[in-house]
């Protein structure tokens, strides 16, 4: 009796009492089979239950509307199938938060653990699994007018956001922030904000705590205007490293190796570090260089660069231009394939399609290396290629896919594998070329290249987002994407925040790009004539 005395008495805050209904909410939506098969309107459910939980004065009071809830939403059979001897990749799973018993008393404890061995077996209303595994969110309500909603309603988005990552992101475990922390930080933050820039820039920051290059948010249909360049972060610093419209950048006076030090008098390295915890990369060069390209955009038309050349400092009058001005994807088609010497072929995998394959490796059957560029996104034409590198079929990924009979837990499927026996492949050496603009297809490209019987890769770290993407909606009608499918090698090496494996890197200079080298082109070529 003192002990439960005790129970009762114990306080807890409203952020602690805010964080147990979220996790409730998601959970019962997932594994409770009435929820599951959606007999309920889950999120007025929510609205319902929210002032309740907030009026709560203790634990004890807490845990009563908590069973109070499950027990009005029907009785849960028996679960024959929810055998949980299965082997599954359990790095992301965590429902210890159900059985804590400093916050739920032993009758809600029971009946979370209960709801979790007997957890919803069929097709779920709010979650189902595409064929190649990634989660497809389904049957959620359409909120309109919600560019700025009430408190309730940005919790509830926050609460929705944050149970699908909890359950069914691959890569929930490689975060540098710890998930269950994020719900802490960001129900206050959730709470106060108030007006609709400071909560759209919240919720970017939500999204970008996925440490994820997939991940993204759009709030409006607005198309921003692009300069004609590319940016890499080299020596932290902006630095032009290529060109979507080589005539555009020429007419703007715009050069490769320029550093650029400000846009309309806002200095760039300043604005990357206020920016950055606002934009999703999976490794900090990627973060960098995706926050240097937002501060880029705009929807004025021009814009004065202050720029570094040369060791001198220039203004100059650039404009921007709506992507599809550039005509990028058409530019591309320009080299498919090339000698470089008598020894050497090289094929870019930006311009490469499925039909061109045979040709080009009837062309090549003579040179002793093959270049192949993949810092670029490709067709998904990799088995074409190990057809003809391979001499034999083999392992070149493991994949693991969300369980949608166990949330939270995933499952992996038969290793992928690629090529054939083939005694007549190419017996030369193989050389893949990539750096940060190689992400997702050409990242899995270059695993299943890896294979190839003599191949070496050079470069520089890659994007580091594998796995299939899932685009959903965020509250409000915003559409919202993450990596769906876990992606590493077979010997478990992690791809997702790493990249792929390297073997000799090499990153561009400014100095290279200022006398127009592709320095890691030219160490390919070395290795090839060796």
């Known amino acids: 009796m003192n002990f439960n005395f005790l129970f009762a008495q114990q306080k807890i805050s409203d952020t602690e009492k805010l964080i147990t209904i979220g996790k409730i909410y998601g959970f019962l939506k997932y594994y409770h089979p009435e929820v599951g098969k959606g007999k309920y309107d889950w999120d007025k459910e929510f609205i319902k239950y929210l002032p309740q939980v907030l009026e709560a004065s203790d634990t004890e009071t807490l845990s009563k509307i908590y069973s109070n809830w499950i027990d009005s939403l029907g009785s849960i059979e028996k679960c024959k199938n929810c055998d949980s001897d299965k082997l599954y990749f359990d790095k992301n799973f965590n429902l210890s938060w159900t059985q804590d018993s400093e916050i739920f008393n032993s009758e809600l404890t029971a009946k979370l653990k209960y709801i979790e061995e007997n957890r919803f077996q069929g097709e779920n209303f709010y979650i189902t699994a595409e064929p190649v595994g990634k989660i497809k969110v389904t049957n959620e309500p359409i909120y309109q007018n919600f560019s700025y909603p009430s408190e309730e309603y940005r ?287 050409s990242e899995f490209t270059v695993m299943a290249l890896q294979t190839a019987d003599n191949v070496i890769t050079i470069g520089n770290q890659t994007a580091g987002a594998d796995g299939d993407v899932v685009v959903f909606e965020y509250i409000g009608g915003y559409k919202t994407a993450i990596s769906g499918n876990g992606i590493m090698y077979p010997d478990n090496t992690e791809t997702q925040r790493k990249g792929i494996k390297i073997d000799i890197e090499i990153r561009p200079t400014i100095n290279g790009l200022r006398q127009g080298r592709d320095e890691i082109l030219e160490k390919a070529i070395e290795q090839g004539s060796e």
Do not use: C
């Open 155 to 441: 919790l509830l988005g926050l609460f929705k956001y944050w149970n699908i990552i909890e359950y069914f992101y691959p890569y929930k475990y490689l975060t540098d922030q710890k998930w269950d922390s994020v719900l802490t930080e960001m129900i206050p933050k959730f709470r106060s904000v108030s007006n609709k820039d400071e909560y759209h820039s919240l919720v970017k920051e939500l999204v970008a705590k996925l440490d994820d290059t997939h991940a993204w948010i759009s709030f409006n249909g607005e198309v921003p205007k692009y300069l004609p360049i590319k940016i890499s972060n080299i020596d932290n610093k902006a630095v032009v490293s290529g060109f979507y419209n080589d005539s555009l950048a020429k007419i703007n006076n715009l050069k490769l190796g320029d550093v650029l030090l400000k846009i309309d008098e806002v200095d760039i390295q300043k604005e990357t570090e206020k920016k950055s915890k606002y934009i999703a990369g999976s490794n900090a060069n990627i973060k960098i260089r995706q926050t240097y390209n937002e501060i880029l955009l705009g929807k004025d038309s021009s814009a004065t660069l202050t720029i570094e050349r040369n060791n001198l400092i220039e203004k100059i009058k650039v404009n921007r231009y709506d992507f599809d001005d550039f005509k990028y994807w058409d530019n591309l088609t320009t080299i498919k394939t090339k000698s470089i010497n008598e020894i050497i072929g090289y094929i870019n995998m930006a311009s490469v399609k499925g039909a061109d394959v045979s040709n080009i490796f009837k062309s090549f059957e003579n040179k002793k290396a093959i270049i192949i560029d993949l810092r670029n996104y490709p067709a998904f034409i990799y088995k074409l290629l190990s057809r003809h590198l391979n001499s034999e079929k083999r392992d070149f990924s493991k994949v693991y896919s969300p369980n949608m009979n166990y949330p939270g837990m995933f499952s992996f499927k038969d290793n992928l594998q690629t090529g054939i026996k083939n005694n007549k492949n190419f017996k030369g050496k193989v050389i893949l070329l990539v750096n940060e603009e190689s992400i997702s297809r």
